[in-house]
T-cell receptor, first 113, second 112 residues
Framework: AQSVSQHNHHVILSEAASLELGCNYS??????LFWYVQYPGQHLQLLLK??????LVKGIKGFEAEFIKSKFSFNLRKPSVQWSDTAEYFC???????????FGAGTRLFVKA | KAGVTQTPRYLIKTRGQQVTLSCSPISGHRSVSWYQQTPGQGLQFLFE???????NKGNFPGRFSGRQFSNSRSEMNVSTLELGDSALYLC???????????FGPGTRLTVT
């Protein structure tokens, strides 16, 4: 069965620190990969996506993610976090010919001002 | 364009009752997916509809069902409610299959 693992459930950083959130998935075929973010009191929204091409993708608000096929990973990064990045981040995978997207358990990020 | 809308936003039901939740996707989106979100389990996929056809279903009991209408609006129904069904139910629409999803605000269901 397909699965998505997010390595950290809670992360606390100070402003200006660098961020990397890990995401690994289990599926050997073609995948579409996503990171979604849920700010406090807001809807889930798309941060970035990877379908094909350049494995380094850039999203909104300075976030980027790198797809490493050999490692089945799609880690999210940001060089310098801000207090406003406090949110829950979800990695998601749509694999093969399936019509469902599997989400990771989420990582709660708290940025100290 | 208007976003995904879900009604009602909040519901309180008692065990054994049934409930119907509604979702209106973004105009032009034909794919609608439903998720259950709980603190312990995260987002769990319920089902996905495209052009009125259910194309995939998650690992939920048969008490959970859904449908999609010709205008792409979707409903999900939960019968014989249990305490464990208390959750935030999210609807998401996509312009096409396997694409990025646009989420609604969710319906917060509390079962007492």
């Amino acid at each position: 069965a397909q699965s998505v693992s997010q390595h950290n459930h809670h992360v606390i950083l100070s402003e200006a620190a660098s961020l990397e959130l890990g995401c690994n998935y289990s599926y050997g075929g073609t995948v579409n990969l996503f990171w979604y973010v849920q700010y406090p009191g807001q809807h889930l929204q798309l941060l970035l996506k990877y379908f094909s091409g350049d494995p380094l993708v850039k999203g909104i608000k300075g976030f980027e993610a790198e797809f490493i096929k050999s490692k089945f990973s799609f880690n999210l990064r940001k060089p310098s976090v801000q207090w406003s990045d406090t949110a829950e981040y979800f990695c998601a995978v749509n694999a093969g010919g399936g019509f469902k997207t599997i989400f990771g358990a989420g990582t709660r990020l708290f940025v100290k001002a | 364009k208007a976003g995904v809308t879900q009604t009602p936003r909040y519901l309180i039901k008692t065990r054994g009752q049934q409930v119907t939740l509604s979702c209106s996707p973004i105009s032009g989106h034909r794919s609608v997916s439903w998720y259950q979100q709980t603190p312990g389990q995260g987002l769990q996929f319920l089902f996905e509809y495209f052009s009125e056809t259910q194309r995939n279903k998650g690992n939920f009991p048969g008490r959970f069902s859904g449908r999609q209408f010709s205008n792409s609006r979707s409903e999900m129904n939960v019968s014989t409610l249990e305490l464990g069904d208390s959750a935030l139910y999210l609807c998401a629409s996509s312009p096409q299959s396997r694409s990025e999803q646009y989420f609604g605000p969710g319906t917060r269901l509390t079962v007492t």
